[in-house]
């Protein structure tokens, strides 16, 4: 089930608590009722999916502790920073923003429509202008481009 589709809380609920019961118990063999947990998350998220992911982690797995951080501050941690500008490049679009005192500045992110799909077409369009050949990694074929 694709979560992004997920309209209905109670189905967004249901959904989150069968991917986050695997996670735990499956995958990381943990009782999440004994662990803090830190959610990095995207300032783009809808706040209801956001919500509804701390109150299955609280409700349904009693979860003692969330501290809930921005994904563009999270950038500057390891750097031990509590400013900097943040250049986040997406395969749609870019998008610049400012982090202050470990802040995320909204009103002064700038948007581009330039991301990883404008560099994959404009290698796509340098080798179509070359006739270039592709060797794939086994050696074997060869495919004109």
């Known amino acids: 089930m694709d979560i992004d ?17 695997s996670i735990f118990f499956r995958h990381l063999g943990t009782n999440p009722n004994e662990k803090s947990i830190v959610l990095v998350e995207s300032i783009f ?4 999916f956001r919500d509804t992911l701390i109150d299955v982690l609280f409700r ?8 809930v951080l921005p994904h563009h501050v999270m950038a500057l941690c390891p750097l031990g920073l509590k ?11 870019s998008v610049a ?9 909204l009103d002064c992110a700038q948007y581009a ?7 994959h077409q404009r ?6 202008g070359r006739e ?3 060797q794939f990694s086994t050696g074997a074929s060869q495919t004109r481009i």
């Open 5 to 21: 589709s997920i309209t209905n809380t109670n189905d967004l609920r249901n959904a989150l608590q069968n991917f986050l019961q």
């Open 45 to 48: 998220w809808p706040i209801k």
């Open 60 to 67: 349904h797995f009693q979860t003692p502790n969330i501290l």
């Open 83 to 93: 400013m900097g500008l943040i250049l986040d490049v997406g395969y749609r679009e």
């Open 97 to 105: 923003i400012p982090v202050y005192e470990n802040v995320t500045v």
């Open 113 to 119: 429509p330039y991301g990883g799909k404008l560099i």
């Open 123 to 128: 290698i796509l369009n340098e080798l179509q």
């Open 132 to 134: 270039a050949t592709i």
